[in-house]
């Protein structure tokens, strides 16, 4: 109490007041101070508590006594060393709390009691033997629920017998702490309600150690074993090692150690101080394991509402007012929290809790256990001096397996007759082994040794097993007991005793290795330190910056270009890997779907369509008959789908909007009879057919087929109409004679406005609701714009966050939303050069590697599985190319293993090239060839039209070295350039 005094304080000694007047080196000079209420003299002591055992023997004997007639349990206690007194005093207090709760605590039952206290307050008791060992980590954890939950700092306090809270009866007004207004009930508001029930103390098994080593860092307790810590390492020293410092100095110097070591997660003494109160105060394991006898229903949890607390509740409630009573003695470094920064590798090995078998590569220890082995190609025997060394370093070997290892069978028999190697039976079977082993084999195996070994090698050694044991550590990955007393004929304790012996010098280490295992393990030091540096080298090695043509390959395979899908599943596969991504649709059905599925047609989508699977939304209008166009699959629309474009509404527009605001499709026809009795009744067919055309670009109304915007394709009077050329819709036949002038109007309406028009789904209003419905990727943003990251992640197959939305092309809207938060700018880890992609592990390096040279695809400028423009930057054009790539709509690049190598501009006049050698565009550049014949035969099957070709890099296309290279393709010479038909 000394260092928590002050001078003019005024503490009680016996019967007697006395004020501080000075405090000294050695002493406290006092004065008398009759009548002034003082503090009492105090001694905090730290103890350990019950461990959970006692708390188990404890339980089972208030079990086994309340389960017994009074006569019984009384003799049961004398016979416990109680006397008469005794027993009836503790025969009385288990019956008054009986009667008092109906259930009394025992290793069986934990009770749960709620009272009100004298401030009308709520009181819940947890009754449980388990000792304070487990109820400190406990009541930690309720803590953190009950602060999660009501958004207050809950008292709680835990013992022996259980953990008390208390609870303000706010939260029996019907009222949600975190927010002003009254929270919605179904049920009327019952005032004798308890806030806490029994269901609210329990804790899944799986969560108690990451809550409780999470939340322990802000407890009181962590700050004075911190300090503790700190001063045991000498990171508090005295300035005069002769003289006492006070206890508040240290907690203050303690508080701004812990303040900067808090930043650092591998800070050793932050980890000391969080290992001993996991492991020397707190029993999680303990708890993890009570949390799952009441799951298991092997402790019942009874919960019951009292008017005033039990006899047990009581005798708790004392050292609840005992502890707050001093609430404001806690100096303030020990009752702040700590934001902690901890290395959970690091406290995972210090507490003993390390699996390194979900850190560790299988690949990488198969690989080091064939090398340890000698079973790799690089270390196979090739002579007999090898055989010699494979039975010195990796001990007896059987016929078989020499000859796995490369070795002839003679081998071994010319060791034997140079009296270098020896017979010998081991196990059950014939092995070869080195003559130097010959002692180690008989005096731990008692293996008999053939006649004429020199007794050199047959002189007594130290540890014969320990010795074969650790050299099989030596030459093999994780491995068991079982399986190493199997390898020597030995059992298993015999085994298990030597390795035990191997690993208190450190030679071997015990845990859980092997990623297939199941149990615990022994490896040999060195062997474990190669395989976890090797696992961390194959970790980077998939962090690797990969160079972009890497990416720009894994794209097109990622989105499976190259017609891996097929039929009506293949085709919502790939809807539902371009759902939200907006292209031309003059390319959608020649270029961007038939690309990805194998024999698709348009009657595909328009099955999937007119079956209300699929949907589309235009995304805004192109010069012509043009406009960009998403899919969507329809349970996923309201959640992914754009704000409308900005579109100045007129009168004809708001009376489509009102003909179709009864949620039904409706044909043109029937829109037309609507608006013309209403609003406008000499509205003509192309004018509506113009309005609804503008709502579908502007994203408000869509068509349950694709038919009117095929038909609004060809209907363009100019070669130019749309960015990609669209064939021209024939118009139907009809029986008769009648002209074009005599012919009525059509039943339906223009080709371009057939099908049923409908308004898009409504756009989700709960944030909550779009974010899990696109999974934990998409989880924390609120925002429409990050909602719609999950489906770019399905697209790219990594989510890089420094690069733009491959859908965000020349003509879209500026206020697109940007795929990342508020804040900085986080850059992604690079190849050395400012533009270059970020890493995609091993996937996109393996899909890489594993093409042939020289693939070409051609896409769309604007396709999603284009990386450049988006991910990667366009490269420089070439000196003489007079205007530059960029992702527009009717252009076309072809990609040669990942490089862009032509970029065709809208209509085809133009191109550019970039072969492999700038300064030698040659014929004979692989690269150049590859990029014509897959432009040839793309335009050859119909999916470019007619492509005429007139300058190639700025210079005339019939004389540029370019153009032999499309020559030999498949192009002709025509005045005006290289032509190529369908």
């Known amino acids: ?239 005069s090692p002769g003289k006492r410092t006070p206890l508040w100095q240290q907690r203050q110097r303690a508080s701004q150690l812990l303040q900067v070591a808090s930043e650092f997660g591998s800070f050793p003494i932050v980890l000391e101080a969080v290992r001993e109160c996991l492991q020397d105060v707190f029993d999680v394991p303990g708890l993890t394991e009570l949390m799952g006898d009441i799951e298991s229903r092997r402790v019942r949890l009874v919960e019951v509402t009292t008017p005033e607390p039990s006899p047990f509740a009581r005798s708790l409630l004392f050292g609840y007012v005992a502890q707050f009573l001093y609430e ?46 000698w079973l790799a190609e690089d270390r196979r025997v090739k002579d007999i001096e090898g055989v010699a060394d494979a039975l010195r370093v990796l001990g007896p070997l059987t016929d078989s397996e020499l000859v796995a290892r490369g070795a002839e069978p003679g081998w071994a028999e010319g060791l034997s007759a140079a009296r270098r190697a020896i017979r010998v039976r081991i196990a059950g079977a014939d092995h ?54 199997a390898r020597f004929g030995l059992g298993v304790a015999v085994t298990d005793g030597a390795l035990q012996r191997l690993a208190a010098g450190g030679r071997v280490v ?50 499976h270009l190259g017609s891996s899908l097929r039929g009506i599943d293949g085709l919502v596969r790939a809807v539902e890997q371009l759902q939200g991504a907006s292209v ?83 044909f043109f026809r029937q829109i037309a009879d609507q608006v013309r009795a209403t609003t406008h009744p000499d509205c003509t067919d192309p004018q509506l057919a113009d309005a609804l055309w503008d709502l579908a670009w502007s994203a408000v109304v869509t068509n349950d087929t694709l038919a009117p915007l095929r038909a609004l394709l060809g209907s363009g009077r100019t070669a130019g109409s749309t960015a990609h050329r669209a064939k021209r819709t024939v118009p139907r036949g009809r029986y008769g004679t009648l002209g074009a ?32 419905a696109l999974g934990p990727r998409a989880a924390r943003p609120a925002r429409r714009g990050h909602a719609r990251r999950g489906r770019r992640r399905g697209r790219r197959g990594r989510l890089l966050r420094d690069v733009p939305h491959p859908g965000r092309v020349r003509g879209q809207r500026p206020g697109a939303p940007r795929l990342r938060r508020g804040g900085p700018r986080r850059r992604p880890v690079r190849d050395g050069r400012r533009g270059r992609p970020a890493a995609l592990g091993a996937t996109a390096r393996e899909r890489a590697d594993t093409d042939s040279p020289n693939r070409a695809v051609v896409l769309a400028a604007a396709d999603p599985a284009n990386a450049y423009g988006a991910a990667l930057p366009w490269p420089e054009p070439p000196s003489d190319a007079g205007h530059k790539p960029g992702r527009k709509a009717g252009a076309l690049v ?44 793309a335009a050859r099957q119909g999916a470019l039209g007619t492509v005429t070709v007139e300058r190639t890099n700025g210079a005339p296309a019939l004389t540029s070295p370019l153009g032999r290279i499309l020559e030999a393709a498949g192009f002709h010479p025509t005045p005006r350039g290289l032509r190529l038909r369908p």
């Open 1 to 239: 109490m000394v260092y928590e005094s002050r001078v003019g304080d005024v503490f009680t000694l016996g019967t007697t007041s006395w004020r501080i007047e000075d405090i000294t080196r050695d002493r406290v000079l006092v004065s008398p101070a009759p009548g002034v209420p003082g503090r009492l003299p105090f001694w905090k002591g730290d103890q350990l508590g019950r461990p959970l055992e006692l708390g188990r023997a404890l339980g089972t004997f208030l079990r086994e006594v309340g389960s017994l007639t009074p006569e019984a349990a009384r003799l049961r206690l004398t016979a416990a060393g109680l006397d008469d007194w005794a027993a009836d005093n503790v025969l009385s207090y288990l019956d008054e709390q009986r009667r008092a709760a109906g259930h009394v605590p025992d290793d069986r039952t934990i009770l749960v009691e709620r009272f009100r206290d004298e401030l009308g307050d709520w009181r819940v008791v947890v009754h449980s033997p388990f000792g304070a060992q487990v109820h400190a980590p406990w009541a930690l954890a309720l803590g953190t629920r009950l602060t999660e939950r009501y958004g207050m700092d809950a008292q709680v306090m835990h013992a022996d017998d259980g953990i008390v809270l208390r609870l303000p009866d706010a939260d029996l007004m019907g009222f949600d702490l975190l927010d002003a207004e009254p929270s919605r009930q179904t049920t009327a508001f019952d005032s004798d309600q308890a806030p806490l029930g029994a269901a609210d103390v329990v804790f899944d098994k799986g969560e108690v150690n990451q809550v409780v080593t999470d939340q322990v860092g802000g407890s009181a307790l962590f700050a004075a074993r911190f300090r503790e810590c700190a001063a045991r390492a000498l990171l508090l020293p005295r300035r």
């Open 894 to 937: 072809v990609l040669v293993d990942g490089e862009l190598t032509l970029y065709m501009e809208r209509g085809g006049k133009t191109l550019l090239a970039w072969p492999t050698d700038p300064d030698d565009p040659s014929a004979s550049d692989p690269r150049l060839t590859a990029a014509a014949e897959a432009l040839a035969t």
């Open 432 to 485: 070869w082994a080195g003559v130097e082993d010959a002692g180690r084999l008989r005096d731990a195996l008692g293996t008999a040794l053939p006649v004429g070994v020199p007794e050199a090698f047959t002189e007594p050694v130290k540890d014969p097993l320990g010795d074969l044991l650790a050299r099989f550590a030596r030459t093999h990955g994780p491995f068991t007991s079982a399986t190493a007393a």
């Open 328 to 373: 404001g003695d806690s100096p303030l470094a020990e009752r702040r929290a700590a934001a902690l920064s901890l290395d959970s590798r690091l406290l995972a090995e210090l507490l003993g809790q390390a699996e390194l078998r979900e850190l560790l590569d299988a690949g990488v220890l198969t690989e080091l256990e064939q090398e340890l082995q």
């Open 741 to 772: 002038a005599a012919r009525p109007a059509s039943r339906t309406g223009p080709p371009t406005v057939s099908g049923r028009w409908s308004l898009l789904p409504a756009h989700e209003p709960d944030p909550t609701h779009r974010a899990h």
């Open 584 to 666: 031309p649709a003059s390319a959608l059905e020649k270029l961007v779907l038939p690309s990805r599925v194998a024999g698709y047609s348009p009657a595909m989508l328009d099955e999937l369509t007119t079956t209300g699977e699929v949907l589309w939304a235009g995304s805004g209008a192109l010069p012509g008959k043009d406009g960009w166009v998403s899919l969507y699959l329809a349970d996923a629309a309201p959640l992914l789908l754009p704000q409308p474009h900005p579109l100045d509404l007129t009168a004809l527009h708001e009376s489509v909007l009102t003909a179709l605001s009864g949620g039904y499709g409706l």
């Open 510 to 559: 015990q845990g859980e290795f092997h990623p297939a295992g199941i149990g615990q393990e022994w490896c040999d030091a060195t062997v474990l330190r190669r395989l976890r540096r090797r696992s961390l080298a194959a970790l980077r090695h998939e962090l690797e910056p990969v160079p972009p043509a890497a990416l720009a390959t894994f794209l097109p395979q990622w989105q």
